[in-house]
């Protein structure tokens, strides 16, 4: 009697173990056929984003080539016209590129950090004017940004072109001192001027501010 109940506990045993081996090896194929469909997935995911970005160069090379058509092209209306569409998405390249960094901070780092973010950007004597690029503290030399908790969000630019070597932009970002605080929407116009040869901003200047509260 008392052998009967050994091999049944041991024929349990032995049951209980088989169900786990086996329960282990179906969640170990499970887990195979999952990684083996996620990198399928991503091997056409790849494959997807190395043909978008062949067909983006491919469309770029062709308008670079249109553009360098009209700008030397023998009608002097049409070269006008090419100049200043080339100048304008110059423009509005760099403005882009210098708000969003210029309007995007979260603390004392960040916003003493923006000039050498923007350095291939802008020209050296903006990159060393303090009149723009403050160094965030204040006459005592207390980080004024940590104080009051002052943050900035760039949102959008839009530019105004006046000549081939300036434009009026206008920018809104959202700044707020800390998420208890109602937000506020700024919008500012800057008189922008560009070194197109060089693709750099040479200087800038607010002309104008209004603020949204929300």
């Known amino acids: 009697m008392k052998r009967k109940k050994i091999l049944l506990i041991q024929l349990i045993v032995l049951a209980t173990s088989l169900i786990l081996i086996i329960l282990s090896a179906w969640n170990v194929r499970q887990n195979i056929s999952k990684y083996q469909g996620l990198k399928s997935e991503s091997k056409v995911a790849s494959q997807r984003v190395e043909s978008i970005k ?65 350095k291939n950007t802008i020209s050296d004597s903006l990159f060393n004017n303090k009149s723009i690029f403050d160094d965030g503290k204040d006459n005592t030399g207390g980080d004024y940004i940590k104080a009051l908790g002052l943050k900035s969000e760039f949102e959008s630019s839009e530019v105004s072109v006046i000549d081939d070597e300036s434009a009026i932009v206008k920018v809104q970002y959202e700044g707020g001192k800390d998420s208890k605080d109602a ?3 700024s919008t500012r116009f800057y008189l922008v001027n560009y070194d197109i040869s060089n693709q750099k901003i040479e200087n800038i200047k607010a002309v104008f501010s209004k603020n949204i509260v929300s």
């Open 54 to 118: 062949k067909d983006y160069l491919k469309s770029q090379k062709q308008l670079e080539e249109k553009i360098n058509l009209q700008v030397n092209s023998d009608n002097e209306l049409v070269r006008e016209i090419a100049n200043h569409n080339n100048n304008y998405s110059i423009m509005t390249s760099l403005s882009t590129e210098f708000f969003k960094v210029y309007f995007t901070w979260t603390d004392i780092n960040s916003y003493q950090n923006r000039p050498n973010e923007l």
């Open 183 to 185: 937000k506020s929407t």
